[in-house]
């Protein structure tokens, strides 16, 4: 079974800084997607950026990048030029790129609230 | 309609009580995924629909819950009796085939 570690549950950032928050994943199979997902306080799951193992480049959405280190089996996401809005909870989440019922689920890990600070 | 839509959005049971929660997914959306989610965690797996076949239940927690979506499209989860461990958000989600689409969830508080 697949499992999803965020080993901060919370982080802060100054209004225009970076931040990068971290994920790592255990899994025996070579190739799956990863996600990061953003959840407001109303609680609608936002997807922020995803990355397929298979490509080597990292994934960019705007001020969104993510590091993936496929054999280190770490993700980790970094957000440039902060903003108020960002301020939520962020969940990595992990999908089998087997497109079978079982597979097609998300296993999410244990969230990173970030506070964005002026 | 445009997104997923759930209801209700809050819900407060008595132990004991039955309660069902809808979730209207994206039309034409295959896929159907229900999550719990409990206080301070990560969305957790509970069930599956590939139209109106229930493909995976392994997520459910005991035979007190019951997910249907009878016609491909509206999917109703039942929780019968409910316990205070029950108390959590649940999120459902459509995908076309990749994707996902989430609602806002219904938070459900058991007293």
């Known amino acids: 079974a697949q499992t999803v570690t965020q080993s901060q549950p919370e982080m802060s950032v100054q209004e225009a800084e970076t931040v990068t928050l971290s994920c790592t994943y255990d899994?025996?199979?070579?190739?799956?997607?990863l996600f990061w997902y953003k959840q407001p306080p109303s609680r609608q799951m936002i997807l922020v950026i995803r990355?397929?193992?298979?490509?080597?480049q990292n994934a960019t959405e705007n001020r969104f990048s993510v590091n993936f280190q496929k054999a280190a089996k770490s993700f980790s996401l970094k957000i440039s030029d902060s903003q108020l809005g960002d301020a939520a909870m962020y969940f990595c989440?992990?999908?089998?790129?087997?497109?079978?019922?079982?597979?097609?689920?998300?296993?999410f890990g244990t969230g990173t609230r970030l506070q964005v600070t002026l | 309609g445009a997104g997923v839509s759930q209801s209700p959005r809050y819900k407060v049971a008595k132990r004991g009580q039955d309660v069902a929660l809808r979730c209207d997914p994206i039309?034409?959306?295959?896929?159907l995924f229900w999550y719990q989610q409990a206080l301070g965690q990560g969305p957790e797996f509970l069930t599956y629909?590939?139209?109106?076949?229930?493909?995976?239940k392994s997520g459910l927690p005991s035979d007190r819950f019951f997910a249907e979506r009878p016609e491909g499209s509206v999917s109703t989860l039942k929780i019968q009796r409910t316990q205070q461990e029950d108390s959590a958000v649940y999120l459902c989600?459509?995908?076309?085939?990749?994707?996902?689409?989430f609602g806002s969830g219904t938070r459900l508080t058991v007293v």
């Open positions: 990355q397929e193992a298979y490509k080597q």
């Open positions: 899994t025996s199979e070579s190739d799956y997607y």
């Open positions: 989600a459509s995908s076309p085939i990749y994707g996902y689409t």
């Open positions: 039309s034409g959306h295959v896929s």
């Open positions: 629909f590939q139209n109106e076949a229930q493909l995976d």
């Open positions: 989440a992990y999908r089998s790129l087997r497109n079978t019922g079982t597979a097609s689920k998300l296993t």
